[in-house]
C-alpha cells in the first residue's frame, strides 16, 4: 500500500511540477463523503466550516482522509486543491465513497461562469462520475426544456451513500439533470467535478481509494476534464482503487478484484444484466427457435404457417360447388 502511494506521488509532481505555476486555479468548494456520511467546506453536509462547531479546520477531518498530499482549500483560504487525496475504508461489507471538487480556474481574468467539462476514456466497474453545474444557476441559461437551467451534481453527491447496500448517486453524464429532465447546451457555466467508488470488503480487508488532480492529461485511463475554453487552462482529475488483499469469492468473472461482471446463462462474462441472453420457446438459452401462427415452435422460418398458406382456392371452390347443389 506505502509503495502504491509513493509511486502515485512521485507520478504526480513529475507531470505537474512545471505547469501549477502558470494557472490560477482555486478549490473553491469540496465534499468527501464515506457511506452516507459528508464533510464539505461549504455544504451543508453532516461536517462542514459553516455548521458551528461541526469543522473548525482540516485537522477536524477522519484520519482515513489523508489530505497530507492534496491542497485541500481551508476555511476563508481556498488553496488550489491539486494533488493526491488518499481515503482509506476498512469494515465488511459494502461501501460507497464519493469526491465533488468545484473548481475556479483563472477566475480574475474571465469570471467563473465560462467552465465546461469533458470525459475521457472508459470507466472501470465500481466507478460513477458526474460533470455538472454547481446548482446555483447563476447565468440563469435555459436547458434543454426551456426552463432555467440547474444541475443537480452537489445534490446526488449528498444523496450517494444513504442507501442500503450504500450506492453511488452520480449519474454519469455531463451537465444533465435528471430531475427537471434537461441538459444544457452549450454546457458552459460554472462547472465542478465528482467521482465515485461503490466496492466490497471482506473481514479484514483495506481498501485505499486515490483521487489525484492536477493541470497535465493523463497519457491513459478514465479521467474528467473541468476546462475554461477561453483561457486553455484544465484540471484533469483521475482515480483508482487498490485493496491490500484478494478475498476468496471477491474476483468477477473477468479477474478483477471486487468486480461486479457476471456470467449469464450464455456463458458471456460482462457487467452488464440488459444484454443478458434469454430462454426461446424451445427453452434454449439463447437459442433462435420462435412460436409461428400455427403454435409450431422452432428455428426454422422457411416452415412457418401463415394465412398466405391457407388453400383458398380450394375453399372458393367447396362454396361455388355447394351453391350450384343447391339449384
Known sequence: MKFFLSLILTIYFLMNISSMAHAEIDLWDWGINIDGTTYCLEGPCDYDFFAAGSLNSLADLPSSIDYSNFDLSDYGSPNTGLGVLAISITGTGEHSVSVYLNYDIDSSINGYVNETGSRMGLPVPGL??????????????????????????????????????????????????????????????????AKSWDFDLCEGETAIITFTAGTVEPASGFYLVQQDPDSGTNVYLTSNIVFDSTCSGTVDCLGIPHGTAVEDNCGVCDDDSTNDCTQDCADVWGGDAVVDDCGVCDADPANDCSQKSFPWTMYLNIIVNSAETRR
Not at 451534481?153 to 429532465?181: A, K
Open 128 to 193: 460513477s462520475w458526474e460533470i455538472d453545474e454547481i446548482g446555483w444557476g447563476l447565468l440563469e441559461s435555459p436547458g434543454t426544456a426551456g426552463i432555467p437551467y440547474l444541475g443537480n451534481i452537489f445534490d446526488n453527491f449528498i444523496d450517494s451513500g444513504l442507501q442500503t447496500p450504500p450506492r453511488s448517486q452520480l449519474d454519469n453524464r455531463i451537465f444533465y439533470n435528471d430531475f427537471s429532465g434537461q441538459g444544457l447546451e452549450p454546457p458552459i457555466e460554472d462547472a465542478a467535478l
